[in-house]
């Protein structure tokens, strides 16, 4: 995989088979590298403190990272990003497509939410962890991203069927989404919902589920 922009060649590294993580110190570290419209989506979506992008939380970012193996400086000062360091900071920085999930257990007092980032050739799955940590999983962009999301919202309901999924996905042009919960034995799915008693749309079954959230992703995601 080759990085188009500034920053590390990606070429050789491995994708995690696991969960990681990552603080907030790092991950401002990383987005910093990359001053684009997507890198700046990035950061709004992620909900990132701007106070964590001042330079003594940027050097305690890469210090964090260096610690780890995950960033080196060469002969000439310059830094670069290895491993999975060097996958998120491709992700989140030349992302194309962001889905915001927003989970809503019984009450709006168990609201959480996933952020899924889509670049060309590496995707990642981040969701936010206690004192502005991330959890994240990295994938390769290969596949359907419809069915991947649409996994993701049934292993919800299955956890919690009283649960609700909001599903927003936004590129730099514009945005759309789909509002879910269980009803009987199907799922309500509403889309261009803009507030209570807004969207359209009706019960479908697991086979319309996937098709409205497919209905999301019409193009794919290429550089």
Known sequence: MADLMKGTPLEGFELPDDVFGLGAAELAYLMSRHETPAGERSRRLLMLDPRSADDAALLAGASSLASRGWLTVTDDGAAETRSSAALVEYAVGAAARWTR?????????????????ESDTVVALMQPRQLASWFIRLG????????????LVRERFDANPQSGVFLEVQT???SSNLAIRRSGSG???LT?????????????????????????YPEAVTA
């Not at 999930?101 to 980032?117: I, K, P, R, W």
């Not at 803009?194 to 996937?210: H, K, N």
């Open 101 to 117: 999930g927003g989970l809503v257990g019984e009450n709006v007092s168990q609201l959480d939410f996933a952020v899924l980032g």
């Open 140 to 151: 390769e962009r290969t596949g359907d991203v419809g069915a991947l999301v649409t996994g």
């Open 172 to 174: 730099l042009e514009g």
């Open 187 to 189: 799922f309500e799915a």
């Open 192 to 216: 261009d919902v803009a507030g209570p008693g807004t969207g359209s749309g009706g019960t479908v079954d697991a086979a319309g589920l996937q098709d409205a959230v497919s209905a999301l």
